[in-house]
């Protein structure tokens, strides 16, 4: 429970704050923080407090995508401004 607070308060700071050089840095950066927030939720999907076993597995497997597409969209961000910096 306290990630998830500290998280949102994170959050909501970084909203509060617009220190980000261009748009893309802009958007990502609260593309991110909006993950980093759901992802901050799914830690209580694996306790006790879903009884069915498939559901929690099935929560498992939707962390694991969740993640991925972070990871995608940020590696792809990242490609898209290297290769227009080199053009």
């Known amino acids: 429970m306290p990630n998830i607070v500290l998280t949102l308060i994170d959050t909501c700071v970084s909203y509060s704050m617009n220190v980000e050089d261009n748009k893309t840095a802009y958007y990502l950066a609260r593309y991110n923080d909006a993950m980093v ?27 694991i995508a969740v993640v991925a597409l972070m990871v995608i969209v940020n590696l792809v961000v990242v490609a898209r401004g290297t290769i227009l910096e080199i053009v």
Do not use: K, Q
Not at 37 to 63: K, N, Q
């Open 37 to 63: 927030l759901l992802m901050s939720y799914f830690p209580l999907l694996f306790t006790d407090f879903i009884l069915d076993l498939e559901t929690r597995y099935s929560a498992g497997w939707m962390y």
